[in-house]
């Protein structure tokens, strides 16, 4: 503990799977040393076997009645001078004599978009967490995102007041990163393309899909490489099934896989595509680059964020993927036939005969 009794409180029940529980474990190792330091933790949350020496680890069950034995149990222990991260997204349920800060990733909690093509349960969950978090809001000294979109969106509600929202980028490794990438043959690599990303809706994982499914019709076949859950996101896996039987998709879905396997896969890729309609941050953009590869992604706000792509598409269009998957792999599309009057109107007569 330093000379002023301060103490550092690491609040997060809510964080075990993902990438969050990455940025959690790097943190968790990053610790400072020279004081006390307590962590809130969910009892699924895998931490690493070395941990710092002034890290005290309170487990909670991942039960409503727990998490919120956990929220009066720091509300009680939290002093004057103390510090709490708040790393779950939310901010603490009750006013608590320290600093909270809290780390917002989930951008469902602030931005203006449905819920209904959620599982009922999620949708449920979601809708609470967002009450909970403006709600509460007031509760927070700060407040912490990942990229300038994100902060504009939070301030854009006016549910923070005119509490301070800092852009931290913070991610697990910071080094070999860069906005714009110097294209060099790929001529090992295994497969050409990669998607990282769950199954959730906003990831939009059906219209890559049916970008596939064109690329077939019209003689193309490049390889794509994903990382869905086959339990969680069952149906949409069956789907992808379906589709790679019928069109003849070169496709393999990894599942899950720990986070070093999937910097290898990075490695055997030629570019990652990303069609996602929003993020947070984006972290697989940042691992992309950091790995050396291209980017194809959805001409969003998020996306010039933290990258340029070396090809963008409109994220609701399949067609649109699609060509921009051709014009990466040099396979132009072709010029219009186009007519002028005297052969406009001989066509007609000529359909007309």
Not at 35 to 51: H, I
Not at 66 to 72: D, G, I, P, T
Not at 101 to 122: A, C, S, W
Request: hydrophobic content about 40%; charged content about 25%.
């Amino acid at each position: 503990m330093t000379s002023s009794g301060r103490r550092l409180f690491v609040h997060a029940t809510n964080v075990h799977t993902g990438g969050g529980r990455s940025l959690l474990n790097a943190l968790l190792q990053s610790l400072p040393t020279d004081s006390g330091v307590v962590a809130l933790l969910d009892t699924r949350m895998e931490t690493p076997d070395t941990l710092p020496h002034n890290l005290e680890v309170k487990r909670v069950k991942p039960s409503v009645w727990q998490r919120l034995k956990a929220e009066w149990w720091l509300a009680r222990r939290v002093k004057q001078n103390d510090i709490v991260l708040c790393f779950g997204n939310l901010p603490p349920l009750f006013q608590l004599h320290g600093r909270a800060v809290v780390f917002v990733q989930n951008r469902y909690l602030i931005d203006r978009i449905g819920l209904e093509n959620f599982p009922f349960k999620t949708r449920m969950r979601l809708k609470v967490e967002r009450y909970w978090f403006f709600w509460k809001a007031d509760n927070a000294h700060a407040f912490i995102v990942q990229s300038p979109s994100m902060q504009t969106i939070l301030k854009s509600l006016g549910k923070v007041g005119c509490k301070p929202v800092y852009v931290f980028p913070f991610v697990k490794t910071s080094q070999g990163y860069q906005r714009a990438l110097e294209l060099t043959s790929h001529e090992e690599v295994e497969h050409d393309f990669i998607y990282v990303a769950s199954g959730e809706p906003h990831k939009n994982h059906r219209r890559l899909i049916e970008a596939w499914c064109l690329l077939a019709h019209d003689g193309l076949f490049p390889s794509l490489r994903l990382t869905l859950d086959t339990k969680v996101h069952a149906d949409l896996c069956i789907w992808i099934d379906k589709k790679k039987r019928q069109f003849g998709l070169n496709l393999q879905n990894l599942g899950v896989q720990p986070h070093e396997q999937i910097k290898h896969f990075y490695t055997q890729a030629r570019a990652l595509i990303y069609p996602s309609t929003f993020e947070s941050f984006g972290l697989p953009l940042i691992e992309a680059r950091q790995a050396g590869l291209a980017v194809i992604a959805s001409e969003l706000d998020f996306i010039r964020d933290v990258l340029d792509p070396e090809q963008v598409f409109d994220p609701k269009s399949s067609v649109s993927i699609a060509r921009a998957v051709k014009r990466f792999m040099g396979s132009d599309e072709k010029a219009l036939p186009l007519l002028n009057a005297t052969e406009f109107m001989k066509s007609i007569l000529e359909k007309c005969e």
